[in-house]
């Protein structure tokens, strides 16, 4: 009976434990591909990319595509665990110390019917849970309507 215990628990403490790591399943990087179209966040390139977590796994970011952005080798290395490209002086994510949203994503834009081109990102703004909002925005302060 102990050991039908034993393994239960070992069951639940792995499936815990894998489910807050730094794992990223293969949809969330499909996902995360996509919206930053192939290339580095930071410098454009599309060489060696790798997914890293734009507010530090190591202070508590999740392994979500919110907070997932691709960069290449050099500036992933050089970002280490912080929010700051050392090669390039650009900051491509989220200082884990203050809170304070600084992700450099390339505006999309978007043409309507009329003609008229406007330009999007993705909204600077905190959720409740602590996570980036998905939302996009064309304010010129660059949060939605919910993060006013």
């Known amino acids: 009976m102990k050991k039908k215990y034993l393994l239960l628990s070992l069951l639940l403490f ?18 995360v591909y996509t ?23 190591s202070c ?6 919110s907070n997932i952005q691709l960069l290449c080798q050099k500036c992933n290395r050089s970002k280490s665990n912080s929010c700051y490209c050392k090669i390039h002086n650009k900051k491509v994510g989220n200082n884990c110390c203050d809170g304070n949203t600084s992700i450099s994503h390339s505006p999309k834009s978007h043409s309507s019917s009329n ?6 990102s993705q909204c600077t ?3 409740k849970k602590g996570t980036r909002c998905k939302n996009m925005t064309t304010n010129s302060n ?5 993060h006013k």
Do not use: V
């Open 35 to 57: 919206r930053d179209g192939g290339i580095c966040q930071c410098c454009g390139s599309s060489q060696s990319l790798e997914y890293d977590h734009i507010i530090p796994y």
């Open 125 to 127: 703004g905190i959720t």
């Open 14 to 31: 792995s499936i815990c434990c894998f489910s807050q790591s730094r794992y990223i399943s293969k949809t969330t990087k499909k996902i």
């Open 142 to 146: 660059g949060r939605c309507h919910l």
């Open 60 to 65: 508590g970011g999740i392994t979500d595509a």
């Open 115 to 120: 003609g008229t081109s406007t330009t999007s």
